[in-house]
């Protein structure tokens, strides 16, 4: 799973990183911390936006519900999409099979459980670049002005996510960068694309324990104090970044 993610790299960075942004992101803000049970948007690149980020909602909406009402409700079921199911899955088939995004992100969030207690941890790469995460998108409601929604897709986790998100044992699907517009291009075959799914290699990774701010619900979360290392006394790798 992974409801949790970051972008705080600046608009130079990402337009140059991943394309520029569409006009309506002219006021384009650091993301500390975006949490998918808010039903954020997020900049996202399809195949038809020809690398322009543009913001999507998190939640997907398959174009085939009926009316608001389920639609919002459909929305907290599909915030992730399992890697293993995407072919199958009636939510998710469709979308898979022409309507794929990248979802540009510098890190994501996770919760690792020890004892009765479960520990946040921000995961990035040990280089601080932003990397891509493979989505789904669908467009729910008028073609001319539906909304545009997002998956992000998860796979099994690799060993460092599997010491830290330890009961799921899942972490995003993060592309390698040279298959990220493999990724998009409709021409794709699905055997290529489920391959790209796999679990990416570990040692490019690193992960610290940060504050149990960004696990409040009361608060807004989106500052830039949930991204500051933070020690427990009562762990043992307190002050150890793994790997």
Excluded at 10 to 22: A, C, S
Excluded at 89 to 98: E, V
Aim: hydrophobic share 35%.
């Amino acid at each position: 799973m992974c409801f949790s993610i970051s972008l705080v790299k600046e608009r130079e960075y990402l337009e140059e990183r991943f394309g520029p942004l569409e006009s309506r992101m002219e006021y384009y803000d650091p993301i500390y911390h975006s949490s998918a049970f808010s039903l954020p948007s997020h900049p996202v690149i399809t195949f038809e936006d020809n690398a322009v980020l543009r913001p999507l909602r998190w939640g997907l909406i398959p174009r085939w519900v009926k009316d608001g009402e389920k639609a919002r409700d459909i929305r907290f079921k599909t915030l992730n999409a399992r890697a293993e199911s995407l072919p199958e899955k009636p939510s998710f088939s469709s979308s898979f099979r022409d309507r794929r995004c990248i979802i540009p992100v510098d890190g994501f969030f996770e919760w690792r459980e020890v004892g009765s207690r479960k520990y946040p941890y921000h995961i990035r790469m040990k280089d601080r670049e932003a990397f891509a995460i493979a989505g789904i998108w669908d467009r729910w409601g008028d073609p001319s002005v539906g909304m545009d929604t997002f998956s992000l897709i998860t796979t099994s986790a690799n060993p460092l996510l599997a010491m830290i998100h330890n009961t799921k044992l899942r972490m995003p699907a993060i592309l390698l960068r040279e298959d990220e517009r493999r990724w998009l291009d409709p021409g794709t075959a699905a055997d290529e694309l489920i391959k790209m799914l796999e679990p990416v290699d570990d040692a490019g990774m690193e992960a610290y324990t940060v504050s149990s701010l960004v696990s409040s619900r009361e608060n807004d979360t989106d500052v830039p104090e949930v991204l500051k290392e933070h020690s427990y006394p009562e762990l043992s790798f307190q002050n150890e970044k793994l790997f």
